[in-house]
C-alpha cells in the first residue's frame, strides 16, 4: 500500500566534496613520508681513460715493519732516527722513478704508529701511491 501517492521521490545523488577531501588528505600524507631520491640533482661526466700496459720499470718499493718497530725497505734494515730519515731512504729506494708504488708489510702485532709513520715518509718524499699487504685467513 501506498500511502504517499501524491509525493515525488527524491533520486539518491552522491556528494563528491567528501571524497575530494579524503583523496586530498591521502595525498598530502603521502607527499609528506615519500622520500625522493636526489640523484637527478647531480649531472656527472665521468672522466675517460684509455688503458696502457705499466712499463717494467716500475718497481715497488717494499717497506716492511715487524712487531718491535723495525724497519727494512727492499730487504735491508735500517734503524728509525726520523720520519725525514726514512723519506730519504724511500727516495734513495726509488731512484729514477717518479711516483713508484709503496707496499707496505706491516707485521700484525706492529704499533699502528709505526705504519703512520712510514705513510708519512712517503708523503714527505712526494708519493701518493701506497698499499698494504696481507694473507688470506687459514680455513
Do not use: C, W
Not at 5 to 32: A, K, Q, S, W, Y
Request: aromatic fraction near 6%.
Amino acid at each position: 500500500m501506498n500511502f504517499q501517492r501524491g509525493r515525488i521521490r527524491e533520486e539518491p545523488e552522491i556528494n563528491l566534496i567528501p571524497m575530494i577531501d579524503v583523496l586530498l588528505v591521502i595525498l598530502i600524507f603521502m607527499m609528506v613520508t615519500t622520500s625522493y631520491a636526489k640523484f637527478s640533482e647531480l649531472q656527472i661526466n665521468l672522466p675517460q681513460a684509455g688503458g696502457e700496459t705499466a712499463t717494467a720499470s716500475a718497481k715497488p718499493i717494499n717497506v716492511a715493519v715487524d712487531a718491535s718497530e723495525h724497519y727494512a725497505i727492499n730487504n735491508q734494515g735500517m734503524p728509525y732516527t726520523s720520519v725525514a730519515a726514512l723519506a730519504d731512504s724511500l727516495k734513495s729506494a726509488a731512484g729514477e722513478q717518479d711516483d713508484p708504488t709503496i707496499v707496505i708489510n706491516a707485521d700484525a702485532k706492529a704499533p699502528h704508529q709505526s705504519v703512520i709513520n712510514v705513510m708519512e715518509a712517503a708523503r714527505l718524499a712526494g708519493y701518493g701511491r701506497i698499499t698494504f699487504t696481507t694473507q688470506n685467513q687459514p680455513k
